[in-house]
């Protein structure tokens, strides 16, 4: 037999129980690691479109609050912080991206018609006079409102939606990954340079940051600046290949544009024969 004895516990005030004790209590800071592979030091997977989970907050998707703020403040930083706010872009479902490109543009056409119909107020006021008050000038007025405004806001939120998917389009052309959705909701989101660069940004900029701040978004080339940060950060392309991407994608806005113009034009026609 042999004898077993238990290790003496040592006392609290044991110089060497009080040495380990001092270094257990070192703060030590919570490890990042990337979401998809899980190393600390990922730059951010190749095979991942959202930059390892680490993905910019959409303040339009995200969950509760009032519209009209959210939509704001997604549109002001797709202006204002174009670049940032477009590198790192994630992808993500196309409904929300479409329906916020669709109230910018709604709200942004009938500013412009507000807008317009005040000046033709104030440069021929008996004009505005016979609409308002003749029936069958006021019945066709109201028909083409009703189709031009909605009609712009679509033919603007196409082209948007264009100018994303040939981005897509000229990327891969020139050795970039296929990510179409993600392109789409880039030009979708891009709606909202329309909502703050036009008067309704002119009046809500100007009453709160001045009318310079409001100048400034237009001095900066804003499409330029967000196409290339889209280039950049969803599909790792700069210099020549991303020049000539960004050379495709105009091509196509421009296209796109011009067609829908063309339709527009075409049903305006169509309500005034109908009349």
Known sequence: MYAMTAPARKSPSDPELRARESELDVDVPAAVVCALCGDSDCPGCQSELSRSGVVTIVAWERPGGRVLPRLWETAHAATRDAEAFFELLPDGPIAPALKFALLCELIAAGAIVVLMLAFAGALAPAWIKHIAFDPAARDLALRILATGVPGLALLLVVAHAAHGFSLDVGARKNGGRAAATRALRFGLYA?????????????????????????????????????????????????????????????????????????????????????
Do not use: E, N
């Not at 280039?231 to 091509?251: H, I, K, M, N």
């Open 191 to 275: 709606a909202g340079w329309d909502l703050v660069q036009g008067p309704v940004g002119a009046v809500v900029l100007g009453v709160t940051k001045g009318l310079g701040a409001w100048v400034t978004m237009h001095v900066s080339s804003v499409p330029t600046k967000s196409s290339r940060a889209f280039l950049r950060g969803c599909y790792r392309l700069v210099g020549p290949a991303a020049d000539r991407a960004l050379g495709t994608s105009y091509v196509a806005a421009v296209v796109a544009t011009l067609v829908g113009a063309l339709l527009i034009v075409a049903a305006a026609f169509a309500i005034v024969l109908a009349v």
